[in-house]
Structures are given as C-alpha cells and as structure tokens.
C-alpha cells in the first residue's frame, strides 16, 4: 500500500514540474479585425456573418444597425460590424 501511495506521489509531483519554458495562460480568443476589412461594402447575411466570425478569430460577432444601441463593454474577442441603412457592411472592428 505504501508503495501505490509513493508512485502516486511522484506522479503528482511530476505533473507540477516546469520545463522552464513560459507558457501562457489561456484566456479569450482575440480578433482581428484587419482580416476582414475586404468585407468592408457587402450585404451582411447569417453566412456572411459566420466567416467573418472564422476569419476574424472572434469569439462572437455583434452587427449594429444604424440608429441601433449597443453597450459599451470593450471585449477584445468580439467583432463588432456596423452596417449601413442599406444592410452593408460600413465598418469592422474589435470591441
């Protein structure tokens, strides 16, 4: 019995070791806006809407109509689209 308590000592001990290297913490995926700014003049759509989540990076996609209000929370996952009376894609950006 003592020896399962030893090996499952060293196994948890050698689970917490460092290699030295940083590693870095894991957080919320960032966007990138500036992978998207051909989009810039399209009709948005739900589809449309999806790559420009997949392509940015973006963890959500928020599209703000004119004249729409929208909270002012900064969210560096998030791709906000502004879109002009038209329905087309006026601006993309990270907030």
Do not use: K
């Amino acid at each position: 019995m003592r020896a399962i308590g030893m090996i499952a000592t060293a196994l948890l001990v050698a689970g917490c070791m460092n290699d030295g290297r940083p590693h870095p913490m894991p957080g919320p995926r960032l966007c990138n806006a500036n992978a998207v700014q051909r989009f810039i003049g399209a009709p948005m759509s739900p589809g449309l809407q999806s790559r420009l989540r997949a392509r940015s990076g973006a963890s959500s996609v928020r599209v703000v109509r004119p004249g729409e209000a929208m909270t002012m929370d900064f969210r560096r996952d998030r791709l906000t689209v502004d879109l002009n009376d038209r329905g087309r894609i006026n601006g993309l950006r990270c907030v």
